[in-house]
């Protein structure tokens, strides 16, 4: 699938840099979408826990931190490429990226069956097990908060210039503050991996959503600290990306964890898609500071929705398990 997702975004980002019309200049980005969905995190989460089975949380973490990068390294280096070789030429050196550089490192360095035997942290059965009543419950709230988080995450990433503007902040003031998210993300990434794994994921997911909640209530609120809410949700959003990845392999384990992983993406990414269009309509029609309450309440909503998650993980009777590096640690949720 990640390979797979190299040909797409390199086939998506050709047709961009030779589109003749708008047409097919469109047809590119629907393509580069299938791209997306097939090659960015769920897909590695995957394959990471295939590979490491329960063990899979620090590879996990990982790959998020190095992640966080991304938009540090690729925007410059598209700007620069735009600016020296126009946009078209700089479409078609991502997609040679993709097919010289991402597209060997996935076929030559991952690994395409998962470990040995003797090596394998888990047993995987040749059939994952079916959901039972309860996990099916458990299932449809972690599907819900994952996707309230998205929904979050795509209004605030379209309206947040505007957001800040509506608070008094000059545009060059509200892109400073802007850029925080970024710094955040990496330094909570990091803090993850720097405690060892020595808590189990349902805290990182609290974490998560506390910080977001925390961040977009005080500029709701006009706090007078506006980069300080800026970069409790980039903290936020920063260890949400390893709770998404790390919580369904400790809830429902990971013979069943690649193909819940794709399931729980599903609604995430149909709402993303509408989030956009969401926001724009809520801030010309209801105004930013309507808008900012609207998020504050829906992060608020979340945190109530996860510690429901606690509950239900109970009520599933999850030992909620994960690996670390001395052994198997058992939580019971609270």
Known sequence: MLAVGCLLLAFGLAILG?????????????????????????????????????????????????????????????????????????????????????LPLTLLVV??????????????????????????RLFGRLALVLTLVAVTEAIVSFGLLTLLQARGLALAAAVSLGVLIGPSQVLSR???????????????????????????????AHIPVPALAVALYGAGIGIDSIARGTLPLALFGPARYAALVGRLARPSFVAQSFAPLLAAL?????????????????????????????????????PVSFAREDGEVVIPPP
């Open 190 to 220: 990091l803090v993850e991996l720097l405690s060892g794994g020595r808590h189990h994921p349902l805290w990182t997911m609290t974490a998560a959503v506390t910080l977001m909640a925390v961040g977009l209530v005080l500029l709701a």
């Open 111 to 136: 690994p395409h069956a998962g470990p040995r035997p003797e090596e394998a942290p888990v047993a995987l059965p040749v059939r994952a097990p079916a959901l039972t009543t309860a996990e099916r």
């Open 18 to 102: 030779a589109a003749p019309s708008l047409a097919v200049f469109i047809g590119g980005w629907l393509v580069l979408g299938v791209g997306m969905g097939a090659g960015l995190y769920e897909a590695a989460f995957a394959t990471l826990g295939r590979l490491y089975g329960r063990s899979a949380r620090s590879a996990i973490t990982a790959l998020t931190l190095w992640g966080g990068f991304a938009s540090t390294v690729c925007w410059p280096l598209s700007a620069y490429l735009v600016a020296h070789i126009g946009w078209r030429s700089a479409c078609l050196t991502h997609a040679v990226i993709q097919l010289g550089v991402c």
């Open 282 to 318: 809520a801030l010309a029609r209801a105004g930013p500071d309507i808008t900012l309450a609207g998020l504050g309440a829906l992060a608020v909503a979340n945190v109530l929705l996860v510690a429901e998650l606690w509950r239900s993980a109970r009520a599933a009777e999850q």
